[in-house]
């Protein structure tokens, strides 16, 4: 039995594998029946695609000139390649977007925009740089085959670096600057656009020039100091000890740079020295340039000419000429000369009277002017063929792609520990234009501090600064702004915390600087103010629980104050001994403190203590000044203390001046409530300004010009209406008028009066109607007043009286317009009578008739 079961359980397993294996075969027929394709790669753009149908002759033929320039060029490529056989062929005559082969230099179209911010070289590159997308070359070693026109270029928003360099230079000799394209060779970053491993601009600090201390001069007859009594031995030792901690943390700090630097160096590029490039070289001269230097278009970034970065030079062309380097590259552009008048290192392809003099020193200028002037000018006279003038259209940019700039609007470039963010203006509803993030880590994960920049906001905030580490945020302001701010340093927006707000002192009253506050003190400090007031500090206490529970901010809800201390200049006018420098406001001491100047040849000042008491003792005895009250320290033994009915006085002008002080203290804290609400509801709010001469989102220009539209358009309908033939439907009704005989002339005028007269009447009968009408309804609604009048409400009298004043004004105008009419319709029917008459059709038959 046990073997039968045995045999049972191997039978009922076989099944289930058979069932699963049936189960498994019908799941991989189901899965092989599903097919994926993938996708060829796509490329993200084709120049080959574009529409060209809309572009000028001029772009897909070539005038006879053109032609005659690329046989030169053939010619000149043959000899350069016959002397030059190692050497990479020339970037002549590329292909343009059309299909046709241009000359590099008949591409440069020089163009002057009109915008102040495309004046200058680094407002010029900066828009190359954000308003178009790069593309690399298809080959990284050899120049591109084609080179679309700069304008196709700004029509797309896209190129290489071939077709930025060309865009650029075109702007910046526009603008008056030498520059010049350039073919050459530089490193993996620069040709790939690949700024990782560069600091952001916005992250350089400035250099700053550190002033040499100005020598005090040695007076003859000086103090001597006195005798330093310290050992020179144990200065030495500490002088030793702390130069050797110093060095040694130098060395620390070298050798953890050089680690990082060998961690973030880059890769060795197998294409180093081979890679092909295009960028702008800027010779001096020319827009009090004093120093040539090299632009990269990706970037935007200037260069020396001696930068390791650009590894050679193929060669340069303008709208003149094209200049090979026949200079020897090995170390690079730096022993380059960029003499282009010098035939040696600069091989021209064009002789022409403009290319460039060569640099000659004094002496041999002298000789040149000693010779013969009359060959040369003979030699002169000899000229070479003539660039032909671009072929490109002028190179026109609006406004709106001037303010765009950035490809749709946004534009991403990764810096080292840094990302770059930037948008065109308006494109953001809170007006955020750029931004940058710092980070910790090269990975950028960890974030370390957020810089954001703002244009046109109504609140005036031009920039914020968050850092994450500290959580601390500070927003700057232009002026302008309703409260004077200018910054606004803060971790949470919850008054009585911790801030620090500046303000433009000369658009305040008080002259207020800036304002530091926390919960247990504030200090404020002003400038320019008339009674030479500069600081300010008041400490505050606890609060009761009675005063925390009340909501309104009012004097009696107020920080208790603790002490106030301020701080003064010097005034020129009173003397020193009576001039307060310092005064500090003791509220729970009920004590005074003065601090006055110090006087000249004095080391100490002369200092007022008074101690406040009640005005009534226990008794309810009036309590008299006493001498005790007042602690003095006068500078010098001769002055002789002042009576005490004076220092009664003072302390209490002290006593008002302490009270008036604890009001502007309430106020400040008022002012602190009042700036943190503004700033949350501008936060909200996000309102960003218009220019009024910005049409397009000025909403109130722009329904202003829509309704001086509307009524020119309106103007031209009312002239078109008043150019239409009034006798049209008369002669409509006699049929033919090409002969008309008199009698269908004096019909046709009878027709038109009787009718003109008909119109007339019939405006007269509608003008009756309607002022019969409004009497009988006036009539009706006094009748009804005559029956209810007991029985009517203050409310109904007044609606009624209403209606009674509008009904009468209607019937008075009804019944001007009326009289009126009477008045103008005899004269309007001789008008249209004597024009019948002069009428050239008419005329002919009417002129015995009148």
């Given at each position: 039995?046990?073997?039968?079961?045995e045999?049972g359980?191997?039978?009922?397993?076989?099944k289930?594998?058979?069932?699963?294996s049936n189960e498994?075969?019908d799941?991989e027929?189901?899965?092989?029946?599903?097919?994926?394709?993938?996708?060829?790669?796509?490329?993200?753009?084709?120049?080959?695609t574009?529409?060209?149908?809309?572009?000028?002759?001029s772009?897909k033929?070539n005038?006879?000139?053109?032609?005659?320039?690329?046989?030169?060029a053939?010619?000149?490529?043959?000899?350069?390649?016959h002397?030059?056989?190692?050497?990479q062929?020339l970037?002549l005559?590329?292909?343009?977007?059309?299909?046709?082969?241009?000359f590099?230099?008949?591409t440069?179209?020089?163009?002057?925009?009109?915008?102040?911010?495309?004046?200058?070289w680094d407002?010029?590159?900066q828009?190359?740089?954000?308003?178009?997308?790069?593309?690399?070359?298809?080959?990284?070693i050899?120049?591109?085959?084609?080179?679309?026109?700069?304008?196709?270029?700004?029509?797309y928003?896209?190129?290489n670096?071939?077709g930025?360099?060309?865009?650029?230079?075109s702007?910046l000799?526009g603008?008056?600057?030498?520059?010049?394209?350039?073919?050459g060779?530089?490193?993996r970053?620069?040709?790939?656009?690949?700024?990782?491993?560069?600091?952001?601009?916005?992250?350089?600090?400035?250099?700053?020039?550190?002033?040499?201390?100005?020598?005090?001069?040695?007076?003859k007859?000086?103090?001597?100091?006195?005798r330093?009594?310290?050992?020179?031995?144990e200065?030495?030792?500490v002088?030793?000890?702390?130069?050797?901690?110093?060095?040694a943390?130098?060395?620390?700090?070298?050798?953890?740079?050089?680690?990082?630097m060998e961690?973030?160096?880059?890769?060795?590029?197998?294409l180093?020295?081979?890679?092909?490039h295009?960028?702008?070289?800027?010779?001096?001269?020319k827009?009090?340039?004093?120093?040539?230097?090299?632009?990269?278009?990706?970037?935007a970034?200037s260069?020396s000419t001696t930068?390791?970065?650009?590894?050679?030079?193929?060669?340069?062309?303008?709208?003149?000429n094209y200049?090979?380097?026949?200079?020897?590259?090995?170390?690079?552009?730096?022993?380059?000369?960029?003499?282009?008048?010098?035939?040696?290192?600069?091989?021209?392809?064009?002789?022409?009277?403009?290319?460039?003099?060569?640099?000659?020193?004094?002496?041999?200028?002298?000789?040149?002017?000693?010779?013969?002037?009359?060959?040369?000018?003979?030699?002169?006279?000899?000229?070479?063929f003539?660039?032909?003038?671009?072929?490109v259209?002028?190179?026109q940019?609006s406004?709106?792609e001037?303010?765009?700039?950035?490809?749709?609007?946004?534009?991403?470039?990764?810096?080292?520990?840094?990302?770059?963010?930037?948008?065109?203006?308006y494109?953001?509803?809170?007006?955020?234009?750029?931004?940058?993030?710092?980070?910790e880590?090269?990975?950028?994960?960890r974030?370390?501090?957020?810089?954001?920049?703002?244009?046109?906001?109504?609140?005036m905030?031009?920039?914020?600064?968050?850092?994450?580490k500290?959580?601390?945020?500070?927003?700057?302001?232009?002026?302008?702004?309703?409260?004077?701010?200018?910054a606004h340093?803060?971790?949470?927006?919850?008054p009585?915390?911790?801030?620090?707000?500046?303000?433009?002192?000369?658009?305040?009253?008080?002259?207020?600087?800036?304002?530091?506050e926390?919960?247990?003190?504030m200090?404020?400090?002003?400038?320019g103010?008339s009674?030479f007031l500069?600081?300010?500090?008041?400490?505050?206490?606890?609060r009761?629980?009675?005063?925390?529970?009340?909501l309104?901010?009012?004097?009696?809800?107020?920080?208790?104050?603790?002490?106030?201390?301020?701080?003064?200049?010097?005034?020129?006018?009173?003397?020193?001994?009576?001039?307060v420098?310092?005064?500090?406001f003791m509220?729970?001491?009920?004590?005074?403190?003065l601090?006055?100047?110090?006087k000249?040849?004095?080391i100490?000042?002369?200092?007022?203590?008074?101690?406040?008491r009640?005005?009534?003792?226990?008794?309810?005895?009036?309590?008299?000044?006493?001498s005790?009250m007042?602690?003095?320290?006068?500078?010098?033994s001769?002055?002789?203390?002042?009576?005490?009915?004076?220092?009664?006085?003072?302390?209490?002008?002290l006593?008002?001046?302490e009270?008036?002080?604890?009001h502007?203290?309430?106020?400040?804290?008022?002012?602190?409530?009042?700036i943190?609400?503004?700033?949350e509801?501008e936060?909200?709010?996000?309102?960003?300004?218009?220019?009024?001469?910005?049409?397009?989102?000025?909403e109130?220009?722009?329904?202003?010009?829509?309704?001086?539209e509307?009524?020119?358009?309106?103007?031209?309908?009312?002239?078109?209406?008043?150019d239409?033939d009034y006798?049209?439907?008369?002669l409509?009704?006699?049929?033919?008028?090409?002969?008309?005989s008199?009698?269908?002339?004096?019909?046709?005028?009878?027709?038109?009066?009787?009718?003109f007269?008909?119109?007339?009447?019939?405006?007269?009968?509608?003008?009756q109607?309607?002022?019969e009408?409004?009497?009988q309804?006036?009539q009706?609604?006094?009748q009804?007043?005559?029956?209810?009048?007991?029985?009517?409400?203050?409310?109904?009298e007044?609606?009624?009286l209403?209606?009674?004043?509008d009904?009468m004004f209607?019937?008075?105008?009804?019944?001007?317009?009326l009289?009126?009419?009477?008045?103008?319709?005899?004269?309007?029917?001789?008008?249209?009578?004597?024009?019948?008459?002069?009428?050239?059709?008419?005329?002919?038959?009417l002129?015995?008739n009148?």
């Amino acid at each position: 039995m046990e073997v039968l079961r045995e045999h049972g359980e191997e039978e009922e397993e076989e099944k289930k594998v058979f069932v699963i294996s049936n189960e498994l075969q019908d799941l991989e027929e189901k899965l092989s029946k599903i097919q994926v394709h993938i996708p060829n790669v796509v490329p993200e753009f084709d120049w080959s695609t574009i529409d060209t149908s809309q572009l000028p002759a001029s772009y897909k033929t070539n005038s006879a000139k053109e032609q005659m320039l690329l046989q030169l060029a053939d010619n000149f490529h043959r000899q350069y390649a016959h002397l030059c056989p190692d050497r990479q062929p020339l970037f002549l005559h590329p292909l343009n977007e059309c299909g046709v082969e241009k000359f590099v230099s008949t591409t440069v179209r020089p163009t002057l925009q009109p915008y102040p911010e495309l004046y200058n070289w680094d407002g010029c590159a900066q828009f190359v740089s954000d308003y178009l997308t790069m593309e690399p070359l298809s080959s990284p070693i050899t120049p591109p085959s084609y080179l679309p026109s700069p304008t196709t270029i700004l029509k797309y928003q896209r190129g290489n670096c071939f077709g930025f360099g060309v865009l650029l230079c075109s702007l910046l000799i526009g603008a008056g600057y030498d520059a010049y394209c350039v073919n050459g060779y530089a490193t993996r970053e620069i040709c790939m656009m690949d700024e990782t491993r560069e600091v952001c601009p916005l992250l350089e600090k400035s250099k700053q020039v550190l002033k040499e201390p100005m020598k005090e001069k040695i007076k003859k007859y000086a103090v001597k100091p006195p005798r330093d009594l310290h050992s020179k031995f144990e200065l030495q030792q500490v002088a030793k000890k702390e130069a050797d901690t110093e060095a040694a943390q130098k060395k620390k700090k070298k050798e953890e740079e050089e680690r990082v630097m060998e961690a973030e160096k880059p890769k060795p590029d197998p294409l180093y020295g081979l890679r092909v490039h295009a960028w702008v070289l800027v010779l001096s001269g020319k827009r009090e340039v004093p120093e040539s230097f090299f632009i990269d278009p990706f970037t935007a970034h200037s260069y020396s000419t001696t930068d390791d970065h650009f590894l050679g030079i193929e060669s340069i062309w303008n709208q003149q000429n094209y200049w090979v380097n026949m200079q020897d590259c090995w170390n690079g552009c730096k022993d380059l000369t960029f003499d282009l008048g010098d035939p040696v290192r600069w091989e021209f392809m064009l002789l022409g009277t403009d290319k460039p003099l060569l640099l000659l020193p004094e002496e041999e200028e002298e000789e040149l002017a000693d010779e013969d002037l009359d060959d040369f000018d003979k030699e002169e006279e000899e000229k070479g063929f003539d660039m032909p003038s671009s072929w490109v259209d002028l190179i026109q940019v609006s406004r709106k792609e001037f303010e765009t700039r950035c490809p749709q609007g946004k534009k991403v470039i990764q810096y080292k520990n840094a990302k770059l963010e930037k948008w065109a203006p308006y494109l953001n509803s809170n007006g955020l234009v750029k931004r940058l993030t710092s980070y910790e880590d090269p990975e950028c994960i960890r974030v370390l501090e957020v810089k954001e920049w703002f244009e046109n906001r109504e609140d005036m905030m031009n920039m914020r600064q968050l850092n994450k580490k500290t959580e601390v945020t500070t927003e700057y302001f232009s002026p302008g702004h309703i409260q004077g701010l200018k910054a606004h340093t803060y971790k949470t927006m919850e008054p009585e915390t911790e801030r620090t707000m500046e303000f433009y002192s000369e658009t305040r009253v008080d002259g207020l600087q800036k304002r530091v506050e926390n919960a247990k003190e504030m200090t404020e400090y002003f400038e320019g103010r008339s009674d030479f007031l500069h600081y300010r500090h008041t400490m505050f206490g606890k609060r009761t629980k009675r005063a925390q529970k009340l909501l309104v901010n009012t004097e009696l809800n107020a920080r208790p104050i603790v002490q106030i201390k301020e701080q003064f200049h010097r005034n020129p006018e009173k003397p020193a001994d009576e001039d307060v420098a310092e005064r500090i406001f003791m509220i729970l001491e009920e004590r005074i403190m003065l601090t006055y100047h110090c006087k000249d040849d004095y080391i100490t000042a002369s200092k007022k203590e008074f101690i406040k008491r009640k005005d009534v003792d226990n008794k309810g005895n009036k309590i008299i000044m006493t001498s005790d009250m007042c602690i003095s320290y006068r500078v010098g033994s001769f002055v002789k203390n002042k009576k005490l009915l004076h220092l009664y006085e003072m302390m209490l002008k002290l006593t008002e001046a302490e009270k008036q002080l604890r009001h502007q203290v309430w106020e400040s804290e008022t002012e602190v409530l009042e700036i943190l609400k503004i700033r949350e509801e501008e936060a909200a709010a996000s309102k960003l300004t218009v220019s009024m001469y910005d049409t397009e989102r000025n909403e109130k220009s722009k329904q202003q010009r829509e309704t001086m539209e509307r009524l020119m358009q309106e103007e031209r309908q009312r002239q078109v209406e008043q150019d239409l033939d009034y006798l049209a439907p008369f002669l409509i009704q006699m049929g033919s008028t090409e002969k008309m005989s008199k009698w269908q002339a004096l019909r046709l005028k009878e027709d038109c009066l009787n009718d003109f007269k008909h119109r007339l009447i019939d405006k007269a009968n509608l003008i009756q109607a309607r002022f019969e009408k409004e009497t009988q309804e006036l009539q009706k609604k006094q009748q009804w007043y005559q029956q209810n009048q007991l029985s009517m409400t203050l409310e109904d009298e007044d609606a009624y009286l209403t209606y009674c004043s509008d009904a009468m004004f209607c019937i008075r105008i009804l019944e001007i317009r009326l009289n009126r009419h009477k008045e103008m319709a005899p004269q309007k029917y001789i008008e249209l009578e004597e024009k019948l008459c002069k009428d050239p059709r008419l005329a002919e038959y009417l002129k015995f008739n009148v």
